[in-house]
């Protein structure tokens, strides 16, 4: 069945749901459809392009440079994936969330462009999002890559300076199931002669052997970037660059250093064509705000979110946990996509779990909470390293039923850490009445 196009004066929800079904596959790797549309529009503009991917850290990494570009006094969009809750979340021009109306005006454009091509959701809201920065007189873009690299929609962009954050083992169906096949996958966000930042501190041969071979100029954590800390304040060395004296990003979690030094380096790289004073680097580490990444929110019992969703990414969660002061029991509402590593997330997380609430996640690739149960159940029995005497592994219909019985049986001193996916987060966040 052909999906009919949104009349003129749709809303911005019917647009999504007719997005949802313009393509016979969610993911269509690939940029030969997207380029031939990305020509028939108007995308080109002045404005200095950051493109970040990486495998856990662009979404933290996209906010500090959007934030110390702002306190800059510079003009700034900002495009990052996938939303929380709402579509419109996943593009800022100058820090404010793009309205309905205006999302509509670029989505009937990219539609008209298109003719017959055949874009994904991923690919045709890409398109109208990259108009609308073209048409909005910025200085500069902050785009996070969707998936690996080489073949994502991002990618058509021709970008000033590249960031890959960290490579790790995450979409193995689409990128590969070695650091080696991922980091190169990530790599090809590389440009010649231009700043290519990797703040991995092990970063795959085939990433450092691709941007030599295409002539990028190469800045690697350890050897061109670096940071230093005490429990006061902390310091960045660049090439040519120090940055002293900086308060910690408002930001929480033991990478956040990591992803602020990624951020410094692109913005040291690209100093010739836009200034940033020290102040505003204090300013925008301060101010720098993204939900869902370790996200504490006020009151009691203490409530953490945190979209973590792979090994590496479970494995930053569970060192951030130990590093918060004492609570007595610490529930865990879990929920996962049936794509991911269920099996590592939960090892590296066991120890810190008293009890787990899995919740079933909607659509295709959402797991039921009595499946993950299941899973859970089987993972911790085969641990002996974790003691199981007062854990406890139940299942719920929805992240809200979830939520409310961890928060029922919890003490006002214990921690409920809310992880798994978006989806958990979102489901979280909705049914706490919460905004991103």
Known sequence: MIATPPSHGSTLETWLTYLEALHPSVIDMGLD????????????????????????????????????????GYRVGMYISPHMIHFNERARINGEIVADEVFIEHFEAVEKARESVSLTYFEFTTLAILRLFAQSKLDAMVLEVGLGGRLDAVNIVDADCSIITSVDIDHTDWLGDTREQIGLEKAHIFRPDRPAIC??????????????????????????????????????????????????????????????????????????????????????????????????LPGQ?????????????????????????????????????????????????????????????????????????????????????????????????SVKAALGAATELSNPDDRIIVFGSFLTVAGALESLNRTV
């Open 301 to 397: 019992p203490t409530i953490i979110l945190d979209v973590a969703h792979n090994p590496h990414a479970a494995a930053v969660l569970e060192k951030n946990l130990g590093n918060m002061g004492f609570h007595p029991y610490t529930y865990a509402v879990f929920g996962m996509l049936s794509d991911k590593d269920v099996e590592s997330v939960v090892r590296h997380m066991a120890k810190r779990i008293d009890r787990w609430f899995c919740a079933s996640l909607p659509g295709a690739r959402g797991l039921s909470g009595a499946e993950l149960a299941d899973r859970v159940n089987q993972i911790l029995m085969e641990s002996p390293d974790v003691d199981r005497t007062d854990s406890a592994v139940t299942d719920y219909e």
């Open 199 to 296: 703040s991995d501190p092990i970063p795959p041969e085939s990433l450092v052997a691709y941007a030599n071979k295409i002539g990028a100029d190469l800045w690697l954590f350890g050897r061109d970037f670096n940071y230093s800390g005490d429990r006061q304040q902390w310091a960045f060395a660049g090439r040519h660059q120090r940055r002293n004296a900086l308060a910690y990003p408002a930001l929480r979690g033991a990478n956040q250093l990591l992803n602020a030094s990624a951020a410094l380096a692109a913005l040291e790289s690209t100093r010739d064509k836009l200034s940033i004073p020290q102040q505003a680097v204090r300013q925008g580490l301060l101010n720098a705000s993204l939900p869902g990444r370790f996200q504490i």
């Open 33 to 72: 459809r997207v380029k031939i549309v990305a020509a028939r529009l108007a995308l080109d503009c002045d404005a200095i392009k950051y493109v970040v991917g990486g495998t856990n850290g662009k979404g933290s990494t996209c906010a500090m440079l959007e934030s110390i570009l702002l306190a800059s």
